[in-house]
């Protein structure tokens, strides 16, 4: 079964095609901005729903305060942590469900994230009582070429690993060809997919190889009884 996901190359990608389909570019003035609200310490929790925000403040030399709380919206992102959660969001990894479980309370959250990231958290966590701070540091950017590379594997299926990366497929997928059975990892990404009338062959509830595999496995036998 030739399969193709959308994510650099990384130890899940192992055996599959490793094919990006979006860009990322940072916001200086974002990034700034949460380099001068850690350094004055006016934030009680720093919640994360992206692996790629540590990437960016590791990167521009940006450290977690010991006496800050982290929060992640769950394992896969909490994995990419430069130390352990304080809370880490239940299955099915989504702002949505990291709401519903984070303890109600006061204080202030800063929550550091891409431009294309719903307003979900946010307005959840300050029903909860919190202040909030958001902070868009990096913006995700639509590749043509990667979608077109993509295509020309001719994959039995395709992993889609976030909901930008479903949005980029959907709007630059070449017309003449036929778009494999997708799999969504996390019900963001289901949703993104739906939204774009390319809905998801399966969803995977974690972003783990064998989450993934199982859901290729239930696609290899649908097709063979099809």
């Known amino acids: 079964m030739r399969v193709a996901i959308t994510r650099p190359r990384s130890a899940l990608t192992q055996g599959w095609h490793a094919m990006p389909v979006t860009s990322r570019s940072p916001i200086p003035s974002g ?8 350094r004055v310490g006016n934030a009680d929790w720093i919640a994360v729903t992206s692996p790629f925000v540590f990437h960016v403040l590791e990167s521009n030399g940006i450290a977690l305060p010991r ?3 982290l929060a992640c919206v769950g394992e ?4 990419a942590a430069p130390r352990d959660a304080d809370f880490i969001g239940p299955p099915p990894a989504s702002a949505e469900a990291m709401v519903r479980s ?3 309370g006061t204080g202030r959250v800063l929550f550091p994230c891409s431009v294309q990231a719903s307003t979900v958290l946010e307005e959840g966590l300050r029903d909860l009582g ?11 950017e639509d590749d043509p070429v990667g979608v077109a590379a993509l295509a020309l594997l001719e994959s039995d299926a395709v992993i889609v690993t976030a909901g930008s990366a479903a949005r980029s497929i959907a709007a630059h997928w070449p017309s003449n060809t036929t778009l494999p059975p997708l799999i969504a990892i996390g019900e963001p990404t289901a949703h993104a997919l739906h939204a774009a009338r390319i809905p998801a062959a399966a969803t995977s509830a974690t972003p783990d190889r064998s989450g993934l595999e199982a859901c290729l496995e239930r696609i290899s036998r649908d097709s063979s009884t099809a």
């Open 76 to 79: 896969a992102t909490a994995a």
């Open 31 to 38: 990034i700034a901005a949460v380099a001068d609200a850690l």
């Open 102 to 104: 984070f303890p109600r």
């Open 130 to 140: 919190y202040s909030v701070d958001r902070v868009d540091i990096y913006r995700s």
């Open 67 to 69: 006496d800050l709380h």
